[in-house]
């Protein structure tokens, strides 16, 4: 079983920027697994961010590319997304989710089976 704790919303003005961190805990290390990060928004879909694969290759979302980071520290068991150049449209609840490393589509939920209980962020105009 995996734990995750997300922690780093906050309220933000626009073009600021914010560090997302989400620790795994339980007998397990997020080494194994691939790692992402999804928001979403009052009365939408959740939606793909950013992911990390268990190799260390990215995806990003399109409209997020260039504005934000992924990375992973497996010696902390943490994962992070750095955010910057924020815009009100970011404004949402960000989930962190661990995955199967045989999954084949890092981008989409179903190849998630655990999730953090999520943190919000609001972007101010």
């Known amino acids: 079983q995996v734990q995750l704790l997300e922690s780093g919303g906050g309220l933000v003005q626009a073009g600021g920027s914010l560090r997302l961190s989400c620790a795994a805990s339980?007998?397990?290390?997020?080494?194994?697994?691939?790692m992402a990060w999804f928001r979403q928004a009052p009365g939408k879909e959740r939606e793909f961010v950013a992911a990390?694969?268990?190799?260390?290759?990215?995806n990003y979302a399109d409209s997020v590319k260039g504005r934000v980071a992924i990375s992973r520290d497996n010696t902390k068991n943490t994962i992070y997304l750095q955010m910057n150049s924020l815009k009100p449209d970011d404004t949402a609840v960000y989930y962190c989710?661990?995955?199967?490393?045989?999954?084949?589509?890092?981008?989409?939920?179903?190849?998630?089976?655990?999730w953090g209980q999520g943190t919000q962020v609001t972007v101010s105009s």
């Open positions: 990390v694969r268990w190799t260390g290759s990215t």
């Open positions: 339980g007998r397990t290390f997020i080494s194994s697994y691939n």
């Open positions: 989710a661990a995955g199967s490393r045989l999954a084949t589509q890092a981008t989409i939920v179903a190849s998630y089976a655990y």
